[in-house]
């Protein structure tokens, strides 16, 4: 929020330098992002204030005119200008006092000309306009970067000295706070202005509330208002400003609204934007005599507004000049013809006030925050009201707020206020009341306060605080407003009661925040444990998923942080099947509240969000490999009645092996394939110390998301994942070239975690040379790899120390429906060297064998 310090000043007096202030708002929940000085870039020597003390006719253009500027020089000095606010003083010999900003030549100004975005600056050259030579200008706000005004030329007011530099007199500081949600109360230069009292223990100037405008009841003589739906408006209130002139606000009003970063327009609507940033109430401006039209038109003496939800398939055209299709979660401002407004979001357009307004009926509302972000969120019509609404503004405000409104309109507008006020008020505001003692001040803060202490910090936040002996009820009848108290035997209690303005107030812990901000969070002690730490736990399955990632990492993978949300409609995609058949199957957990409509169930498949991002990444390389560790989300419910979150890893292989080198590639640039995904498996397992025969992939040529090359990943007997590359069909689906080559894994971590998974005992080396040697088998078609390689190592038994598959060969001379499969095989022994004689041996029980149970035979 943008905060003009001159503005502030006139709330409270500010008694310190401006970083020690800052520094104060900061530790007090108020945390400044920028502090901008207006105006810094002005030169002081050739941007200065000056006065019009003479306009001529230029002799040689209808739409130019000649200004005679007063600087502080012993002269005045004569510009072109074709501003039309000087227009009507051309040839006046009795000038009204026009104090006007005045560059000299020299001045760096922003060429208000420019297409560019920001617009650039330039340096201002004496010249020659249409014959007449002009060395200065005065400038519009646009050229002084105030705003993007230039129409005419920025009028100072009066009281300006002339020859003072304008950085001087017009520059300002305004300090760009962050108001968190907690801290709404701030939205607003009263509510900064009590935070700087209360923490700096000084006075509080409030402008003066003109509770007469609001005494009386003619008002319910023009207006009638009726709450349908009170759970969505707690109060609606009305006032009535007869006969105002629509004008330009008064500058001061203007230079405020501008610091504040809001663009002045005319003085009703100005002043009702003045209004929401001095008190935090948003206020709307509906042109009375509009709406009395559109009664009359329905058969109504005086027009009826009725705060309702909307109707199915209603629609309205918003100020913006949108029409807008509403839906019936939507709370609504309408009259006896329909929708008027979107209640806290945006006017309509039928009865906004214009130039030619007379009357305006002013209104100042409490709406439901939720039910508003939702509206503003769903039509995505984001203002400044809107932004108070959803984080709450206090019923108790709408009648001040209103007329504070009302009495600038009568000053600024020439209007005349209808005595009394429009109050439909069915959901009374609830004053927030919470406890605390002593004992649960030190538990919290760690700091012995004493209750008087306390209570005074409060105080100056504008607390009602009395002590009482004991809890004037049990705190469960207390509800939040004892929630957690600590109370010690016979130990005096305070009870608080919060300002109106205060909505953020439920519960003691509330208090403790509020006396620490006071006192000081950099006052508060440091305190130690009263008590020993409990002994650390290891948490098994974050330390493997640690594992994991290094593992991962140092096999050539990146690490990807993906969506939890994506669409049904991606899971279908995923499983090819139609649209919205996973949708209707119910087998997801579905926000209540998306922010978009991709984004509105959480995933079930960790493939899902590998797949959808290749197809975002895939416009930027040609070439992937990467993994993630998160979630998936199953809506079955186990013992305590909550969905299951289980905790899997996934990897995505794309494009080519190697990266882009200067340096050639033997291999011909080959793209990555099933074996790399199985290498990078197998090296996860060795590392996570998984034995071999622990671990059996088995084919899976039916899963509708894999081509033919897949298999489940089985481990100890159980299915735990699987891997495979991903069906042409399936990429189509999402946009994807379906030539390509996409190989994914994914499977559960909870399978690899185990107590003993760091403890990986050194195998004993042989100080004996080794026997290697190379033997094929011809066995039938359906005999696997592994079913191979597992029946030689049982059969070597010890002796076998390594044994790998380097070749495997179809054709002829071996027979149709035969295949030739070819292993190293390394024997060695710890105990001596091994013989020809015993190597024979095992080489035959292995021959035997592999012929008895699988039908193989030896190839010569």
Partial sequence: ?????????????????????????????????????????????????????????????????????????????????????????????????????????????????????????????????????????????????????????????????????????????????????????????????????????????????EQQLTSGTETANYINVEIADSDLCNRYTAMLIKDVKIGPSPLWMQEYLLQAGMRPINNVVDIANYVMLEWGQPLHTFDYDLLKQRAERSGQQKPTITVRRARAGEKMTTLDGVERELDEAMLMITDTLGSIALAGVMGGEETEVNDHSRNILLEAATF???????????????????????????ATLNPIGARRAAALMRDYAGGQVVPGIVDAYPVPQEQNIAYTTASDMRRILGQKLELETVAESLRRLDFVCESLPALPASREELGLAAFGLRVEAGEPVLRCTAPWYRLDIQMPADLCEEVARILGYEHIPLTMLEDVLPPPHMNLEHQIEEKIRDILIGCGLQETVNYSLTSPENHDRLERRPLGTAEQDDQFITLLNPLNVKRRVMRRSMLVSALENLAYNIRYTTRLATFEIGRVYLPEKGKDKRPLEERRFSILLYGPRRLPSVHADPAGAEHFDFFDLKGMLEMLFAR?????????????????????????????????????????????????????????????????????????????????PPIVEDLAFVVGEEVTAAQLKQMVQRTAGSLLTNIELFDIYRGQPIEAGKKSMAYRLTYESLEGNLSDARVADVRKRIVKRVGDTLGGTLRD
Wanted: hydrophobic fraction near 40%; proline fraction near 9%.
């Fill in 688 to 768: 996570l110390g998984i034995a071999e025969k622990d671990v059996e992939y088995v084919a899976k040529r039916d899963n509708p998301s894999f081509a033919p090359a897949c298999a489940e990943i089985k481990l100890y007997g159980a299915t735990q994942g699987i891997m495979g590359e991903i069906h042409p069909l399936v990429l189509q689906n999402f946009d994807l070239p379906a030539t390509e080559r996409v190989y994914v894994l994914d499977m559960a971590i909870t399978s690899l975690v185990k107590p003993s998974w760091r403890l990986q005992p050194m195998q004993p080396i042989s100080n004996y």
């Fill in 368 to 394: 439901d925050n939720v039910n508003n972000r939702r509206t503003a969120q769903r039509l995505k019509l984001h203002s400044e009201a809107s932004y108070r609404f959803t984080r709450g503004v206090p």
């Fill in 1 to 209: 929020m943008l905060v003009p310090v001159s503005w502030l000043k006139d709330y409270v007096d500010i008694d310190m330098p401006l970083p020690q202030l800052t520094d104060r708002l900061t530790m007090a929940g108020l945390a400044l992002e920028g502090l901008e000085r207006q105006g810094d870039w002005w030169d002081p020597a050739t941007i200065l204030v000056g006065q019009v003390v003479g306009v001529k006719p230029h002799p040689n253009a209808d739409k130019l005119v000649l200004v005679e500027v007063n600087y502080g020089a012993a002269e005045p000095e004569q510009v072109v200008t074709g501003a039309p606010n000087l227009f009507q003083y051309k040839e006046t010999a009795d000038l009204p006092v026009l104090k006007v900003a005045f560059a000299r030549s020299g001045a760096v100004l922003i060429d208000a000309y420019s297409d560019q975005e920001p617009r650039p600056k330039k340096k201002l050259k004496p010249s020659k306009i249409r014959g007449i030579p002009s060395s200065g200008m005065v400038c519009s706000e646009r050229e002084l970067g105030l705003s993007d005004e230039h129409e005419g030329i920025l009028l100072l007011p009066e009281d300006a000295p002339v020859g003072t530099p304008l950085r001087d007199y017009l520059g300002k500081e305004v300090l760009d706070l962050e108001v968190t949600p907690d801290m709404a109360r701030c939205l607003s230069m009263i509510g900064i202005a009590r935070e700087v009292a209360a923490l700096t223990n000084v006075p509080l100037k409030l402008p003066p509330d």
